[in-house]
């Protein structure tokens, strides 16, 4: 139930919620205007009873209640006496009886009837008799008994039917209590009042239901109208009309809300238009298949957008590569041999004995200086000519273990760096050895020079997902995100005379692997590089 309510348009949700909280709130107020009405004519009617009671009790004579309770005889004439006083209440008073009682009640709730109505001796209430009575009865009968006034009990019910009753207290000549004067009046009036005026709500009711139905039926659909046009309108946007328009009818929330979809659907057009434009520019429509949905259309248009970007980017990458390859060559062929012919000179020139030490120390720094620029020559024949194609089964712990052995010295060379060492040995992959060598050294030299005022270096090899992974951690100078997303770049460095080339390198030759570098960086606490190779098994 719960579900298909759930379920239900929003005007008829409406409708519905409308409607039920009208029906609560007519339904409420019905039966608290009956509550009120019974309780106002309880009340007419308690008092009405009281005043018939007190007024009927100044006919009752002293002496013959005395003579009836000393000779307690039905055919004396002061019994025949009361009898007749008590019929003559029945007959000018309708709907009501009357009863004289003595004022005492038996050890198991009796009263003692000392002369009752006609009228109640044919329902079976006898005079000189005890007669079991109601519990409401009883207490009103005591309470009267004990304040010697005149009291009227709740309404009550009993074989009989409803009634109210009203105890008036008759004194002797002596102001002593002589008799109770129980007078009832029949409360079933109350009864058929409530079902008639009942049947009348009812009636009333039902037509003001209808009414409102309808009223309230058409004015949720003028004031909904504007909400079904906007769903509409979504529906027209599902189906990839980007053209509708709704009218604005006024300045609520409601029209606030259409101006609103008025905007999306024009931007919507207007993204799509562009969309549509970018791909007959990248030529990726297929004009043999059946237009898509708009949606569809989209989402496929922006998927081939996107995969032609990444082709072009791979292009473009490549295409630097190469270029930089054919730089290398060229770099190669005419710029190393002269400088080997410079380097042997300034070698000869270093062994001659007559030279000063300046000038021995001016040419060992040209050699130095050569010795740097062969290192990024070296560098960019590797871009040149990528020795892809002898690969060999590595352990990888073994094979960081002689990489840090050879940076030991260098490490030492530096300031107070301390390095650590978590080897796991038997996680083999297949590389080739001296570009992976070319690799760690790279990034372990890399991660000292960061280190200028001392700092630990860390190295790890472990297996993850099916890769061999060599952990280089340091507590250098770290990167920022903008250096870090363009880290590996060509002739992009950090180091003042870098070049660059080194870390391309390292990507290039890790790619080459099949493998991958992530790196971890913060500015003033350190970076991590993460090398991942293929395992040999996987």
Not at 82 to 94: C, D, G, Q, R
Not at 132 to 142: A, Q
Request: proline share 2%; aromatic share 8%.
């Amino acid at each position: 139930m719960k579900e298909q309510i759930n379920n239900l348009p929003l005007f008829r949700k409406i409708l519905l919620f409308s409607f039920f909280v009208s029906l609560t709130l007519v339904i409420a107020t019905a039966g608290i205007s009956l509550l009120l009405q019974t309780k106002q004519m309880e009340k007419q009617l308690r008092f009405r009873v009281v005043e018939m009671s007190t007024l009927w009790g100044t006919i009752i004579d002293i002496d013959d209640i005395a003579k009836v309770k000393a000779e307690r005889n039905r055919e004396y004439s002061s019994f025949q006496s009361l009898k007749h006083s008590l019929t003559i209440v029945n007959e000018n008073a309708p709907y009501s009886n009357a009863v004289l009682l003595s004022p005492e009640v038996s050890a198991n709730g009796e009263v003692f009837v000392l002369v009752s109505s006609e009228d109640y001796e044919k329902k079976g209430v006898k005079s000189l008799s005890s007669l079991e009575v109601d519990e409401t009865y009883l207490e009103s009968f005591n309470e009267a008994i004990r304040k010697e006034m005149v009291v009227s009990s709740p309404l009550y019910r009993d074989e009989l039917g409803y009634w109210i009753t009203s105890f008036v207290p008759i004194l002797d000549h002596n102001g002593k209590l002589a008799a109770i004067l129980a007078m009832d009046i029949n409360a079933a009036i109350l009864s058929e009042y409530q079902k008639n005026i009942t049947f009348y709500l009812i009636g009333i009711f039902v037509l003001i239901l209808i009414l409102y139905y309808y009223i309230l039926k058409r004015g949720l659909r003028k004031f909904l109208n504007p909400v079904n046009e906007i769903i509409s309108g979504f529906n027209e946007v599902s189906k990839g009309n980007f053209e509708v328009k709704l009218k604005t009818s006024d300045e609520s929330d409601l029209g606030i809300l259409v101006e609103r979809f008025n905007a999306m659907t024009n931007q919507l057009s207007q993204l799509f238009e562009r969309l549509s434009a970018t791909t007959e520019q990248f030529g990726t429509i297929n004009k043999n298949i059946a237009p898509l949905h708009r949606f569809e259309e989209a989402i496929d248009e922006m998927e081939q957008i996107l995969q032609r970007t990444k082709i072009q980017r791979e292009l473009q990458r490549a295409e630097k590569m190469n270029a930089i390859g054919q730089l290398a060559a060229s770099v190669a062929h005419e710029i190393r041999n002269p400088m080997t012919v410079v380097k042997g000179f300034l070698q000869i020139f270093l062994a001659k004995e007559q030279m000063s030490e300046e000038e021995r120390m001016y040419i060992r720094l040209m050699i130095e200086e050569m010795h740097r620029a062969e290192t990024i020559i070296n560098d960019y024949l590797s871009l040149a000519k990528p020795d892809i194609e002898h690969m060999e089964l590595v352990d990888a712990g073994e094979f960081a273990s002689r990489v840090m052995d050879l940076m030991n010295s260098y490490a030492m060379m530096s300031k107070n760096i301390s390095i650590e060492i978590s080897l796991n040995h038997g996680v083999y992959i297949k590389s080739n050895p001296s570009e992976l060598r070319q690799v760690l050294i790279n990034i372990l030299k890399n991660g000292i020079e960061a280190m200028k005022d001392g700092g630990n270096l860390t190295l790890s090899v472990f297996k993850e997902n099916g890769y061999g992974v060599f952990k280089i951690s340091d507590t250098g100078i770290g990167m920022s995100k903008i250096e870090l997303d363009r880290l590996g770049t060509p002739f992009y460095s950090l180091k003042e005379k870098g070049t660059g080339i080194g870390m391309m390198v390292c990507y290039q030759i890790i790619d080459r692997m099949k493998g991958k570098i992530e790196v971890e960086s913060e500015v003033g606490i350190g970076t991590t590089f993460n090398i991942f190779i293929p395992l040999a098994d996987e």
